[in-house]
C-alpha cells in the first residue's frame, strides 16, 4: 500500500470495518477478465459468508476457481474545497484474498444464514429469517 499511513492493520479495527459493513465486492476470474460484484455478506470469526441463488455466473466462476478478492467500505463521506485537488472521500475500508467454499451441511448452512442475517438484523431477527428456504439457497 502506498499510503502506509491510511492502512489499518489492527485486527480489531479491520474486523469492526467487516462488522459494519453492508455491501461487499467480490471480484473472480472469468477466463482472462475480472468479474466483480456486490453481494450482501456476514461476517463471524475470521469467516465471510455469502448468500446466493444456486445457479447463475458467480457459481460457475467459483466452481471453476475458488479464490476470491474482496473489499467492503464503511463511513464514507466526500469532502469538497474550493480547489479540484483538495477534495477527497474519507472512509474505512477491508481489502483481501481468499477461497470461496460452498456450505452443504445443514448445520452450517444455519450458522451461516444466522451470521448473514445478524450483518443487517438483530440477533432475534436473524433466527427465524431463512426457515424453511435455506434449502432453496445457496451459502458460500
Known amino acids: ?73 464503511i463511513g464514507v463521506n466526500v469532502v469538497n474545497a474550493e480547489v479540484a485537488y483538495k477534495c477527497g472521500t474519507l472512509y474505512k475500508s477491508v481489502l483481501g484474498y481468499g477461497k470461496a467454499y460452498f456450505i452443504d451441511n445443514p448445520k452450517e448452512k444455519k450458522l451461516a444464514a444466522d451470521v448473514l442475517m445478524n450483518q443487517y438484523r438483530n440477533e432475534e431477527g436473524a433466527k427465524h429469517a431463512y426457515g424453511k428456504c435455506l434449502k432453496e439457497v445457496c451459502l458460500i
Open 1 to 73: 500500500m502506498r499510503r502506509k499511513d491510511k492502512e489499518i492493520t489492527d485486527h480489531n479495527k479491520i474486523e469492526m470495518v467487516l462488522k459494519k459493513g453492508k455491501i461487499m465486492h467480490i471480484a473472480m476470474l472469468d477466463g482472462n477478465k475480472p468479474y466483480l460484484i456486490p453481494v450482501n455478506y456476514g461476517y463471524q470469526d475470521n469467516a465471510i459468508f455469502i448468500h446466493c441463488a444456486k445457479e447463475g455466473k458467480k457459481i460457475d466462476l467459483i466452481k471453476k476457481n475458488n479464490i476470491l478478492c474482496f473489499q467492503t467500505e
